[in-house]
Nanobody, 124 residues
């Protein structure tokens, strides 16, 4: 059974930083995409950053240069370092996994496994 558990969310002032973590278990695919998505109140869920098993990385335009996605395979953990946070980054952040290196990136429809989310609130 695949499980994804996010942590690291919280409240921060604009300009601050947070690091989100996603610990996963039962996900044993050698080819994959793993990513971070977010959903603000009243808005659709959108892709933030994603990384594939063959080293491809994608970022949403709105976060490029501020957010960094990384992975520690030894710890089965996916990270999202978020710097220079803005109020518009406020959202529930979700970790997701796709068991294919051909389908993933920032397209939410390609992801099969999802965590429960962690809230990020950025105040001005």
């Amino acid at each position: 059974q695949v499980q994804l558990v996010e942590s690291g969310g919280g409240s921060v002032q604009a300009g601050g930083s947070l690091r989100l973590s996603c610990t996963f278990s039962g996900f044993t695919y050698s080819s994959y995409w793993m990513g971070w998505f977010r959903q603000a109140p009243g808005k659709e869920r959108e892709g933030v950053a994603a990384t594939s098993s063959d080293g491809r990385i994608s970022y949403a335009v709105s976060v490029k240069g501020r957010f960094t996605i990384s992975q520690d395979n030894a710890k089965n953990t996916l990270y999202l370092q978020m710097n220079s946070l803005k109020p518009e980054d406020t959202a529930m952040y979700y970790c997701a996994a796709s068991p294919s290196r051909w389908f993933g990136g920032l397209d939410i429809t390609d992801y099969q496994y999802w965590g429960q989310g962690t809230q990020v609130t950025v105040s001005s």
